[in-house]
């Protein structure tokens, strides 16, 4: 299995993030990447594919801003990571607005996100570990791992939340269908649910995404991944969340698995973008489930039984000490 990773994708390092009503420690340090290159490597510098495959996702407007947003937070004066305050609920429309705290606000969904110094190029060569990864396939690998950082699924076409910018796996999974690696398949094993990846595909036919994450009643993102949101217009159908609740153990995670590999099989899919979140992980410190580490290699394992290739894509999972065992679990299972 090829392995993807870029050194520049530790420059993102917020100090501190809103949750749940005051300033804590960002949870998505650049020490989750060390984590796992020292427990998975070596890895292989990502191709560099440019913009232009970011952009069959991400609306034009969004990824100026992406790219200018630092550098307008500093020349405002501002001291710290750049965090929006407030946000167009209702109107949420284009409009020509200058201040840096409107435009943080237009192009996100949570104060949880902070962008500092490096989050662009992070953001930038995250993207590209997981089109290498989609690459490797293309050349004949079955399977492929995209170290990203900082992860994706919460990105939508144009906002960022959940500490995403760039949503990895829907680039991975774009770029794969216009190779013709088509159908393509997603599925989504963070803990919580990959509300960008959703909304990317929605109405989109050509893509089937299915997500086992915690049930949005309790748990961010709230707004989205209950079990009634099938798609839209051509492509109802073609999405599948499966919620569960705080406390699951790999007993009660199994069946969902089965579930959604089944409706993939069924499906038709010819190729398969997995992302992966480590924070299942009963002690991870922001979630709620209950899997052990031998679980990831058991879901590995099963994920591979399926038979397509596959690019696995990394997302959450912020009990750091424990991370690189994690993902390693689940890389070795996948390769036996």
């Not at 013709?180 to 963070?190: K, N, Q, T």
């Not at 190729?271 to 009963?282: E, I, K, N, R």
Request: glycine share 10%; aromatic share 12%; proline share 6%.
């Amino acid at each position: 299995m090829k392995l993807f990773f870029d050194s520049r994708q530790a420059a993102h390092a917020p100090t501190r993030e809103f949750h749940n009503g005051g300033w804590t420690p960002h949870a998505e340090t650049p020490d989750r990447t060390a984590q796992v290159v020292a427990a998975v490597g070596p890895f292989i510098p990502p191709h560099d594919h440019g913009i232009a495959p970011i952009a069959a996702v991400h609306d034009a407007r969004y990824l100026t801003f992406l790219q200018e947003a630092w550098a307008t937070w500093v020349a405002a004066g501002r001291e710290g990571d750049a965090i929006g305050y407030t946000f167009p609920v209702v109107h949420r429309r284009p409009l020509d607005l200058t201040r840096i705290d409107a435009r943080l606000g237009a192009f996100s969904m949570d104060a949880s996100t902070p962008i500092s110094a490096g989050s662009w190029d992070a953001a930038y060569w995250g993207a590209q570990s997981a089109l290498s990864a989609v690459d490797a396939l293309a050349d004949g690998a079955r399977a492929s791992f995209a170290l990203c950082r900082p992860p994706g699924h919460h990105a939508g076409p144009d906002y960022l939340g959940g500490y995403c910018f760039l949503n990895n796996a829907a680039i991975a999974a774009r770029h794969a269908a216009a190779q013709g690696m088509g159908p393509v398949a997603m599925l989504d094993v963070d803990y919580h649910h990959g509300n960008g990846t959703q909304d990317i595909f929605l109405d989109d036919d050509q893509v089937f995404f299915a997500s086992i994450h915690a049930d949005p009643r309790t748990d961010y993102p709230f707004y989205w991944g209950h079990a009634d949101e099938r798609g839209e217009g051509m492509a109802h159908g073609t999405t599948l969340n499966l919620p569960l609740p705080r406390g699951t153990d790999w007993t009660a995670y199994r069946p969902a698995l089965d579930t959604a590999l089944a409706a993939i099989a069924d499906w038709g899919a010819k190729m398969l973008v997995v992302s992966f979140g480590a924070d299942t992980y009963v002690d991870d410190p922001i979630s709620g489930f209950a899997l052990q580490t031998q679980d990831f290699t058991t879901m590995g394992r099963r994920i591979a039984d399926a038979g397509l290739p596959c690019a696995i894509v990394m997302e959450g999972g912020y009990a750091v000490d424990a991370l690189g065992v994690n993902v390693a679990a689940f890389l070795a299972g996948f390769a036996d």
